[in-house]
């Protein structure tokens, strides 16, 4: 499984950017596709993700600034990010559900991974 991200990049406080997410090496649709970010001295935390039946799921602090989007037609998935914050700074990365899946929230479910995008939320 191969996935690819873009669109990271730097915006102020308040700001939008749009992240964008190419997968391929699978056949079908992903079961899920899902957004991660690992900010510097931080743990990985999931921050969205969207399950082969279009359902939407958001951690705390992505829900009402964060719409995680998906066209299966294209094997992408979207992650629109609103009124960023500083502490949205962090890599961001795509990854993959592709063989199974119970929780999309999980990271152990992925088997296929991005190499990341970093976005940076200045004050």
């Known amino acids: 499984v191969q996935v690819v991200e873009s669109g990271g990049g730097s915006a102020q406080s308040g700001g939008s950017l749009r992240l964008s997410c190419a997968a391929s090496?699978?056949?079908?649709?992903?079961?899920?596709m899902g957004w991660f970010r690992q900010a510097p001295g931080k743990e990985r935390e999931w921050v969205a993700a969207?399950?082969?039946?279009?359902?939407?799921t958001y951690a705390n602090t992505a829900k009402g600034r964060f719409t995680i989007s998906q066209d299966n037609a294209k094997n992408m998935v979207y992650l629109q990010m609103n009124n960023l914050k500083p502490e949205d700074t962090a890599m961001y990365y795509c990854?993959?559900?592709?063989?199974?899946?119970?929780?999309?929230?999980?990271?152990?479910?992925?088997?296929?991974w991005g190499q990341g995008t970093q976005v940076t939320v200045s004050s």
């Open positions: 090496g699978y056949t079908g649709s992903a079961l899920c």
């Open positions: 969207v399950d082969i039946q279009n359902t939407s």
């Open positions: 990854a993959v559900a592709s063989e199974g899946y119970d929780d999309c929230s999980a990271a152990w479910e992925y088997n296929g």
